[in-house]
Nanobody
Framework: QVQLVESGGGLVQAGGSLSVSCAAS????????MGWFRQAPGKEREFVAA????????FYADSVKGRFTISRDNAKKTVSLLMNSLKPEDTAVYSC??????????????????WGQGIQVTVSS
């Protein structure tokens, strides 16, 4: 069992930076790949980024590539998402999630076993 709790987030102006973090409980955090998803009002949840359980590999949605960076610290059982050059269209509830899989398939929400409750990120224009 893994429990996930997001923190950070908030309100930032366009062009600014913000970081969200996810703290995990449970002994097997390092066995899970971690993903970040977001959901804007009236839209479906969409993939943002994912990182391998080792932290040695990550991939991103095209919409955030070059602006967002995902990282993890297995000793602290945390995964973070650093968001730079934020745009109003990045406004959404951001959620972290855990999966035992890794590969292109984990852009799909149904590949994840555990989810955090989500945290709001708002980018003003």
């Amino acid at each position: 069992q893994v429990q996930l709790v997001e923190s950070g987030g908030g309100l930032v102006q366009a062009g600014g930076s913000l970081s969200v973090s996810c703290a995990a409980s449970g002994r097997t955090f390092s066995s899970y790949a971690m993903g970040w998803f977001r959901q804007a009002p009236g839209k479906e949840r969409e993939f943002v980024a994912a990182i391998h359980w080792s932290g040695g590999n990550a991939f991103y949605a095209d919409s955030v590539k070059g602006r967002f960076t995902i990282s993890r610290d297995n000793a602290k059982k945390t995964v973070s998402l650093l968001m730079n050059s934020l745009k109003p269209e990045d406004t959404a509830v951001y959620s972290c999630a855990a999966t035992r899989l890794y590969g292109p398939m984990i852009v799909s929400t149904d590949k994840y076993d555990y989810w955090g409750q989500g945290i709001q990120v708002t980018v003003s224009s």
